[in-house]
């Protein structure tokens, strides 16, 4: 199937009939469907996403130009991102895509961003306990991880704050982190997400592998291991 364009002006409701997002939504009706499932079950269980979104809503209603687009798919290119006048590749050499892991991508000049869900699929989503209704992480991974609903507020936020105030990639990048924190408090995760840093890692076994430090508090380190085009490979925790 080719890619389609959807402008969800249809007002799909991600939790309930009186909670509408607006998301212009570009990618196979396969990929749409997978990421407006992603966002509706990081809003179920996460009051602050829900929030979130619902913001993003009550914004586009008051700012009728407003709408904020987004487009998702699978091992996705970097993309390019620029203001009125300049264009600029995206590229290894690029800070904001280094620190970006590189499935998160801007072209304001098209109002367009891009979530790559194969990477977003790489961060391990809460799961609820029913015999007590607690959510928690899969077993084996630490509970100070990083989210998969964490990484979700995080691409919202910072993508919101670029449309809201325009593109600052420090201010849009803080915004967001701030974001994933209320979280992981949300949550009860230990620590706080920390600076990020693009290194290269040595491990036990000897070979060296490259991606993202990020600091989680003042002991832990979460290392997503990156190929290609910032392609995530896996997520090593405190290695």
């Known amino acids: 199937m080719g890619r389609i364009f959807f402008l969800l002006a249809v007002w ?28 509706k079950q990081a809003r179920e269980k996460s009051r602050v996403v829900d929030e979130l979104v619902r913001k993003i809503d ?42 970006n892991l590189g499935f998160i991508e801007m072209h304001l000049t098209k109002l367009e961003y891009a979530i790559d869900l194969d990477d977003v699929e790489k961060f391990p989503a809460f799961q609820q306990d029913p015999a007590t209704g607690s959510y928690r992480l899969p077993e084996g991974v630490p509970p100070w991880a990083i989210s998969r609903e964490a990484i979700l507020a995080h691409e919202l936020a910072e993508l919101f704050d ?8 420090s201010r849009n990048h803080a915004a967001a982190v701030e974001v994933e924190n209320e979280v992981r408090r949300e949550f009860g995760q230990p620590g706080s997400r920390g600076e990020s840093e693009d290194v290269s ?36 925790y405190d290695p």
Not at 228 to 233: I, L
């Open 12 to 39: 799909m409701s991600f939790v309930s009939a009186n909670a509408f997002a607006h998301f212009a939504v570009e990618g196979t009706l396969e990929d749409i469907e997978t990421f407006v499932r992603e966002v």
């Open 58 to 99: 009550a914004f586009q209603r008051e700012n009728k130009s407003f709408t904020m687009a987004i487009k998702v798919g699978r091992s996705i290119s970097p993309m390019i991102a620029g203001g009125d006048s300049q264009i600029i590749w995206l590229n290894k050499e690029n800070s904001a895509l280094n620190t």
């Open 162 to 169: 670029a449309y809201r105030n325009s593109y600052d990639y």
């Open 201 to 236: 890692l040595t491990l036990s076994d000897g070979s060296t592998i490259t991606g993202v430090s990020i600091d989680i508090g003042a002991r832990h380190r979460v290392f997503i291991e990156t190929r290609g085009e910032r392609n995530v490979v896996k997520i090593h």
